[in-house]
């Protein structure tokens, strides 16, 4: 087993000295021979706290400790700010051991993977390679907040520009819709993408002049795939906060008659981020929208505030499901339990169903074995701005009967 080429300063934490014994000789197997050990987990963060938030590249930290278990220990390096990567280990069952790491991603941690014990060598090589010292020039700047000022400026100078990526049928590969996803085309910065300025817009009171703008150019670019001789439906998204007013099913209205579009042309994805604030309101602007015939898609199913209830009380025609139940669901039981259920009770609700996320020939595969309908992600098409739309369909015309002899293959 050959070494790493580089050296990193490791950390390990069990209350097992044999297992910090074996660890510590895999490491230097492995060519990592700065490596501090404890089996006390408070006194590896006193260290941690001692040396600096970047002292140290890696913490190896097994979950089932005395005093302060995994999680606890978690915790602290949260509350230390530490900026190296943290990898479990554990003999623990794999629900277990999931919901530590998916604890550990929700806290912003940079979890960098899990490891079964006993620790096998190739798994730790692999960790080894695949880690970034903290001082390396690949760390990333903090994401940069705009100001309110700011984002109005872009909305009024016309900063804001559409991207679009398209969804296709799992059944036959035909794209029949493309969401439109916004982006800031910042005079100085270069993209800037929404998680930076939607929030802003929704605190700020601008998320109804951003939409409107997006509709207004996602409408138009779909008319001009019209007249080019493509057929799709444009999904834009729409904040709770859009939903807050009761004319705005005549704004949506007013638009699509301004490109000349039919209202079935149109999806209005939602995502209910936030609690609504006047649940009378939206189930009023969400139906009307309906009786108008626009098609309206709950986002993001499966986390957040998306439920049942939403299901059960709001005139859906798509159930989206999470990005987070769909890639890898096919070398994970629990991903493609929820997976399956979720395609179930959107065909049983008369609901077309949307996989986004779809990353791998796995993802694929194990969605057209399940049933759903329509694929998203990188594995069809990354965003791409609406004129590069024509050139990718006749690209991926070729490439699905690829992708439909890889999948056979994979059978």
Aim: glycine content about 6%.
């Amino acid at each position: 087993m050959s070494a790493i080429d580089r050296s990193l300063r490791v950390i390990a934490i069990d209350d097992d000295p044999f297992e910090l014994k074996l660890i510590t000789h895999q490491l230097s197997r492995l060519g990592q021979h700065d490596v501090m050990v404890f089996t006390d987990p408070v006194e590896a963060l006193d260290c941690i706290d001692e040396a600096g938030v970047s002292a140290f590249d890696l913490v190896f930290c097994d979950l089932q400790m005395p005093g302060i278990d995994g999680i606890a220990f978690q915790r602290r390096l949260v509350r230390s700010h530490f900026e190296g990567e943290l990898v479990l280990f554990s003999g623990e069952d794999d629900r277990t051991v999931q919901a530590a790491a998916n604890l550990a991603r929700r806290q912003q941690l940079r979890l960098l993977g899990i490891l079964k014990k006993p620790i096998n060598l190739e798994a730790l090589r692999k960790i080894l390679v695949a880690a970034t010292p903290v001082s390396s020039d690949e760390t990333k700047p903090a994401r940069k907040m705009y100001s309110p000022e700011e984002l109005r400026r872009a909305i009024d100078n016309d900063e804001l520009i559409n991207f679009y990526q398209p969804k296709v049928l799992l059944a036959d590969g035909k794209p029949i819709e493309a969401e439109c996803l916004v982006r800031w085309q910042h005079p100085t910065d270069g993209m800037v993408y929404p998680d930076q300025f939607i929030p802003v817009a929704e605190q700020h009171g601008l998320i109804d002049d951003l939409t409107h703008l997006v509709l207004t150019k996602a409408l138009d670019q779909s008319a001009q795939w019209r007249k080019a001789g493509l057929s799709l439906r444009v999904a834009v998204n729409i904040s709770m906060d859009n939903l807050s007013t009761l004319d705005f099913p005549e704004k949506v209205m007013a638009a699509l008659e301004t490109a000349a579009m039919p209202a079935e042309s149109l999806i209005l994805e939602i995502t209910e981020s936030r609690l609504m604030q006047d649940p009378i309101a939206v189930l009023d602007i969400l139906t009307r929208l309906r009786l108008r015939r626009v098609r309206l898609s709950i986002d993001d199913f499966g986390i957040g505030h998306s439920s049942l209830a939403q299901l059960r009380d709001l005139p859906f025609d798509e159930l989206k499901i999470d990005r987070s139940f769909v890639h890898g669901a096919s070398g994970n039981p629990q991903k493609r339990a929820i997976l399956q259920a979720s395609i179930d009770m959107g065909r049983q609700l008369g609901m077309q169903t949307i996989a986004e996320g779809v990353e791998t020939i796995e993802d694929w595969k194990v969605l057209k074995d399940l049933g759903c309908e329509l694929a998203q992600g990188y594995f069809c098409a990354r965003p791409m701005p609406g004129e590069k739309m024509p050139r990718w369909i006749s690209d991926w015309r070729q490439r699905y009967q690829e992708i439909e002899r890889e999948s056979v293959l994979l059978s």
